[in-house]
């Protein structure tokens, strides 16, 4: 709901909660498991998941907005788990594992796998859902490589399609509206943009230049603008998108 921001320390093994606006931790840290690195808030703002590389855990946290979260569910993911994501409508978890070039699927409610772990590229880095909880994007880092796997909600997802990134692509962001995404690559310096049309056909539409090791990568929720994170500049840019249909 915009209220909040959740961030993860990995070397301190925590997890944080602030408030958005006064910028307040709201209740103390919380011990999240070895090594997090990922973060993902739930559709309703009211429960938390992290995934922890140094014990291979995906972990659910409840948040009621006034004091510390509580661990609500744990599960164990595959090797090394890089980025996890929950679904827009709230009902599955997706965890990426730089480990064993795996995707996963959880349920939302008790962390049960769904189906069987996925292949991947190579080093998994980050993975985003489309809205309506059918479709998710993978970024490979060791493969250089975009791609799309559709999801039918009870059984293992399937691959769609597939593209060519730029080198190193850390991070990738869906918009809303379904028809476009962004990858950002970190050691090309570059952020592209792809269009998924109704025919399942993952095409690149742009590059743009960064120069300044973009590491991720987010939408505004009218499509309009792209945001972007640059690790070497330390800032953050916000590009104009004018396409808003195929």
């Known amino acids: 709901n915009g209220n909040y921001l959740a961030i993860v320390n990995k070397q301190s093994n925590t997890l944080q909660i602030f408030d958005s606006v006064s910028h307040a931790q709201i209740g103390s840290d ?45 599960k164990f993911t595959g090797a090394n788990p890089s980025c996890v994501a929950w679904s827009l409508y709230g009902n599955y978890i997706a965890v990426t594992n730089a480990g064993s070039n795996t995707v ?51 059984s293992t997802p399937v691959l769609a399609a597939s593209n060519a990134t730029g080198v ?3 991070s990738v962001s869906w918009a ?3 028809l476009f995404l962004s990858v950002a690559n970190k050691d090309s310096n570059t952020l592209q943009i792809f269009s998924f049309d109704k025919n399942h056909a993952l095409a690149l539409i742009d590059t743009v230049s960064s120069n300044y ?14 945001g972007v994170s640059d690790h070497y500049s330390q800032k953050v840019q916000f590009l104009r998108f004018y396409n808003q249909s195929l």
């Open 30 to 74: 919380v011990i999240s498991g070895s090594l997090p690195v990922a973060v993902s808030w739930s559709n309703t703002s009211t429960q938390l998941a992290v995934v922890n590389s140094g014990d291979n855990t995906v972990k659910v946290f409840n948040f009621n907005g006034l004091s510390i979260p509580t661990l609500s569910v744990s």
């Open 176 to 178: 809303q509206n379904g």
């Open 104 to 154: 996963q699927i959880f349920k939302a409610s008790t962390l049960s796998q769904v189906g069987s772990s996925v292949v991947t590229g190579s080093i998994p880095s980050s993975v985003t859902w489309a809205t309506g909880d059918r479709f998710l994007a993978v970024t490979n880092m060791g493969s250089n490589t975009l791609q799309i796997f559709s999801f039918n909600g009870s």
């Open 168 to 170: 190193t692509p850390s």
């Open 213 to 226: 090791e973009p590491i991720a990568t987010t939408w505004t929720p009218d499509g309009s603008y792209i």
